[in-house]
């Protein structure tokens, strides 16, 4: 999502104990309360589902803050620039997959966003030593219309009246299309930093 920046500098070790890391701490934390929630009695339970979208939502704003703690108030650290888009992918992990297990989502939906989120996440570790790809165009509108669209399927929408589910699919297929591009286009960033480094870097 959009936690500190691999480009953001660095603090010191010793200020690794602050508000942003805890906040990446408590999305951690969250996850399994997602799950539990989410697969209370058969997993279709309108109150219980209600309660994993807020668990859900509250673990996607802490993302967005403590990203702009880190920046803002130089708190920064190498754990958090580790661990935060590691939250990240354990939150969007646990709800697609659950989702897909209850039979709310297909297979191929959790299958194409996961294999994306994972390519990206260990291309950025592969190349960290040599530098720092930038952020893929449009990565920003990808995490925001990923949430969403999870969001929205974690909500009992097919026991509510109106267009809802119709509405949730539009914009889950607009998330599937985001992740792809951007994917796409980290790769495409990747090959050409490769190309134009210097030999021996």
Known sequence: ??????????????????????????????????????????????????????VFAVAV?????????????????????????????????????????????PWWVTGVILARELGVTVLRFAVLRHGVIPASRGGKVKTLVQAVAIGLFVLPLAAWPGPWLAVAWVIMVAAVVLTVLTGLDYVLSAIRDSRERPAGH
């Open 61 to 105: 704003i802490t993302d967005r803050f403590d990203g702009a703690l880190a920046r803002s108030y130089g708190m920064v650290t190498e754990f958090g620039t580790l661990a935060d888009p590691i939250a990240d992918k354990a939150l969007i992990g646990a709800a697609l997959i659950g989702l897909s297990m209850l039979g709310d989502l």
């Open 1 to 54: 999502m959009s936690g500190p920046s691999p480009t953001d500098p660095v603090v010191p070790r010793a200020r690794v104990a602050n508000i942003a890391n805890v906040l990446t701490g408590v999305r951690f934390l969250l996850v399994p309360v997602f799950l539990a929630a989410l697969f209370v009695g058969d997993g279709h339970e309108t109150y219980w589902r209600v309660v994993a979208f807020v």
